[in-house]
């Protein structure tokens, strides 16, 4: 990726710091999506993580966007929609430009017992027509040499040898029951936010749900995803992601999966509880109690 230069990414940078301020969406009235606030049962407290800061700017794009500057505006964005327009709280693992290792960002959903992770990145890519959203979740072996070249640029590893470091021992972590779990709501967030995107955000290219051995995601104990918004790389989408649009569509395409996500949850929660204890009895009408 070419260097910009350095006024460019000031200029940049201080647009993008400005709206960060007050990050709220602009109107207070009630989204045409959400006429009334959205009232989840189970996914109630979700951690979105702006993907790099600091020292690691991520990608670089067009219209010298720096993706670490893109995440945290947008991050913003779409933590203070959700909690205008559900009951869901949001935890975000950065408010600023600063550094944070990349396991401490699981490990900070953990300790909040959060029911879901998002980590939100912008993608990059040599080839300028490449784009649209992806959503990814941890997988112990994916070995393709286009996914290697993923996590090596979203994880900041060197490119030599990063082949062979990546799939470390993810699928020994799998193994282990109460990340097994969280591997399975994994997959439910990923195809839940997947359906939601498409649906939020329709002018936009939904590229899939794939996966990948990522470090960000690895010690997790609950649902936890990348979400890619989009190539900063490619001329238009570049441009569409710093714009209000984008960010609203994207806003309301992760409340539309969260949604999902907790319909899927309810409804897995309610054959568990009919395989173990038959249907729920029916409720008999009580008398009213005599005065
Ligand atoms: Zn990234």
Redesign the pocket.
């Given at each position: 990726m070419r260097t910009l230069p350095l006024s460019a990414t000031l200029l940049t940078l201080t647009a993008l710091a400005l709206p960060c301020l007050g990050a709220t969406p602009s109107s207070p009235k009630r989204d045409r999506l959400f006429p009334k606030p959205v009232q989840n049962q189970h996914i109630r407290h979700i951690v979105i993580d702006p993907?790099?800061g600091g020292d690691n700017l991520?990608?670089l794009g067009y219209h010298a966007t720096q993706?670490k500057a893109l995440?945290l505006e947008v991050s913003g964005f779409i933590t203070a929609f959700i909690q205008r327009h559900s009951n869901i709280r949001v935890s975000m693992t950065r408010h600023v430009d600063r550094a944070i290792a990349l396991r401490e960002r699981p490990r900070q959903a953990n300790a909040l017992k959060a029911d879901a992770l998002i980590s939100l990145?912008?993608n990059a890519s040599p080839n300028p027509k490449i784009h649209g959203m992806e959503v990814w979740f941890l997988d112990a072996n994916a070995s393709a040499g286009v996914v290697h070249e993923f996590v090596r640029r979203?994880e900041g590893l060197p490119k030599q040898g990063a082949a062979a470091a990546l799939p470390w021992t993810v699928g020994g972590i799998l193994s282990e029951m109460r990340y097994a779990a969280a591997h399975k709501r994994s997959q439910i967030l990923a195809h839940s936010l997947g359906k939601g995107l498409k649906r939020g955000r329709p002018g936009a290219r939904f590229r899939g749900v794939r996966q990948a051995p990522l470090g960000v995601l690895k010690e997790a104990l609950m649902a936890a995803v990348v979400l890619e918004i989009g190539y900063i790389t490619h001329p238009q989408e570049g441009l569409a992601l710093l714009e209000h649009q984008a960010h609203l569509e994207l806003a309301r395409g992760v409340l539309l999966g969260l949604v999902e996500m907790d319909r899927v949850v309810a409804q897995q929660e309610r054959g568990r509880a009919t395989a173990v204890g038959g249907p729920p009895a029916k409720r008999t009408p009580q008398p009213a109690p005599s005065r």
């Open positions: 993907g790099h991520g990608a993706e995440t990145h912008c979203e």
